[in-house]
């Protein structure tokens, strides 16, 4: 079975169903569910829900193997304090118990617990299949951490804190040092939307990657309007000047206004929406306000939902009058009776009640209901905004 949750909302999910504790996410707990007493399935959600409440965050997959009069926990968690709490937690049920639970990052991985991204857009998926969801992309150059490997799949979790599993052909594993000696060396960042880098300095050679807007290549020279560059895999090829942009010096010069959101958002106009998607071939709602706002220098976290806690609440009345441009904007389902609210969707807005968002493509629509560019099914959904931009 195979349950869908909105993009944005992506709620962890009680592992206390009924007496049953399931837990076969991110391939390291028990293969096969087994019937376990209630208080301790509680027991265990109740650690799950202090020590991992997002599993895209944190890492909690406890699972449960019963033998006689003795339960096996098995799996992985991220902490030290996770694995001692989820032992504790059950043996206070009066179970007796045997602790197997592994703590991340796995140790056949020695010092290499981190990587860089070696192609253009890694494809972050949510199980280590091919034809598991794709949550997130991570962009050539970019580091994560890596936190176990199975069979040709690597965790790893984003600078945004991300989890997701990456095909290990796409990740360079390192050292912290050499994470360290990447980040501060000569980097370029890719300013073009898509661009190749080429066997010589000219138009017509053979390609020997592609790079699209924000991916980091290594600077080696400079040679006439080329700069010659690496990859993180060592690859060395050429880019136009007009393709890239000293690292450093960029970061340094950004400008996160108002109309500087707005010229970016609008740069994006009739992009396809990809779930999971943040890059120009192809964006989900929260792929591109994270992009807008990277491009600006502001750094956001991954899903709608958790970019839903970031900057200052803004007050909404009927005109939207306390709304500034370069405000996030949030859509969903209100909370109430005993449920939480529930994000669906984000989007950026710029004034006179019109934002930019991914919804299908990316386009321009209207709070307004009398306007003809009013979202009829985004003006019902309205949550909340939050003011991100410096005053």
């Not at 968690?77 to 179970?95: H, K, Y």
């Not at 138009?203 to 560059?229: I, M, N, S, Y």
Request: charged fraction near 20%.
């Amino acid at each position: 079975m195979i349950l869908r949750i909105p993009k944005g909302s992506r709620q962890p999910l009680s592992l206390a169903l009924a007496g049953l504790m399931i837990v076969m996410a991110w391939g390291c707990a028990s293969r096969h569910p087994v019937a376990v007493p209630g208080a301790l399935a509680g027991a265990l959600d109740q650690v799950r829900r202090q020590h991992a409440p997002d599993p895209h965050l944190n890492i909690f997959t406890v699972g449960i193997q019963r033998l006689g009069g003795s339960v096996t926990l098995t799996g992985c968690v991220d902490t030290v304090a996770a694995r001692a709490d989820a032992v504790a937690a059950a043996q206070a049920t009066g179970v007796r118990v045997v602790d197997r639970i592994e703590v991340l990052p796995a140790p056949d991985l020695g010092e290499a617990t981190w990587g860089l991204v070696n192609v253009s857009v890694a494809s972050g998926r949510e199980q280590p299949v091919n034809t598991a969801e794709m949550g997130t992309q991570i962009l050539m150059g970019h580091p994560v951490r890596l936190w176990k490997q199975t069979g040709i799949w690597y965790l790893a979790q984003s600078a945004d804190r991300y989890l997701c599993w990456l095909p290990r052909g796409t990740v360079v594993r390192c050292t912290p040092a050499e994470i360290d000696a990447w980040n501060t060396g000569p980097l370029l960042l890719v300013t073009a939307f898509d661009d190749c880098l080429r066997e010589q300095p000219r138009a017509d050679a053979f390609p020997v990657a592609d790079v699209v807007l924000g991916c980091l290549v290594k600077h080696v020279a400079t040679e006439g309007d080329w700069f010659k560059v690496a990859t993180p895999d060592g690859q060395t090829g050429y880019l136009p000047v007009h393709a890239a942009a000293d690292y450093a010096t960029w970061k340094s010069t950004r400008q996160p206004t108002p109309e500087n959101i707005e010229r970016t958002a609008r740069s994006f106009m009739g992009r396809p929406y990809l779930w999971g998607g943040n890059s120009p071939r192809g964006l989900d709602c929260s792929g591109l306000t994270k992009l807008v706002f990277f491009l600006n220098g502001l750094d956001l976290d991954r899903n709608a939902s958790h970019q839903r806690h970031q900057g200052v609440e803004v007050a909404l009345d009927p005109e939207f009058s306390q709304l500034r441009k370069g405000d996030l904007l949030f859509f969903g389902f209100r909370g109430g009776r005993g449920r939480p609210e529930r994000v669906t969707h984000t989007g950026i807005y710029l004034e006179d009640k019109l934002f930019i968002h991914a919804s299908e493509r990316v386009r321009i629509n209207s709070l307004d209901p009398n306007s003809s560019l009013r979202d009829m099914r985004r003006i019902r959904s309205l949550l909340g905004a939050r003011h991100l931009l410096p005053q």
